[in-house]
């Protein structure tokens, strides 16, 4: 079993950038896929970042395509989201969750791990 921490939210200006930072115990990351997913209130949780177990491919959302970028440290078990040019539509609780084996990196059920989740505030 794998526990994760996320960290780095935060209230940010429009424009503006975070780093978060997904920090994983109990098991070495490098056995999983990891993703990034949000939620804004009275949204379900969507898919935003995915990337595979040795970080050869990355996935993301329409939505982020440009503006985010994911990458992971298997040697510190860690993986990280970092958002540049926020848009105020991209404020949510950000989640980060591993997967053994996901068949479609964009489906949240896919996931078997998450962590309690990082808030991102972005103001106009």
């Known amino acids: 079993q794998v526990q994760l921490v996320e960290s780095g939210g935060g209230l940010v200006q429009a424009g503006g950038s975070l780093r978060l930072s997904c920090a994983a115990s109990g098991r070495t990351l490098s056995n999983y896929g990891m993703g990034w997913f949000r939620q804004a209130p009275g949204k379900e949780r969507s898919f935003v970042a995915a990337?595979?177990?040795?970080?050869?491919?990355?996935y993301y959302a329409d939505s982020v395509k440009g503006r985010f970028s994911i990458a992971r440290d298997n040697i510190n078990n860690a993986v990280y989201l970092q958002m540049v040019s926020l848009k105020p539509e991209d404020a949510a609780v950000y989640y980060c969750a591993a997967s053994n084996s996901y068949n479609d990196y964009a489906r949240s059920s896919d996931y078997e791990y998450w962590g309690q989740g990082t808030r991102v505030t972005v103001s106009s």
């Open positions: 990337i595979t177990r040795n970080g050869g491919n990355e």
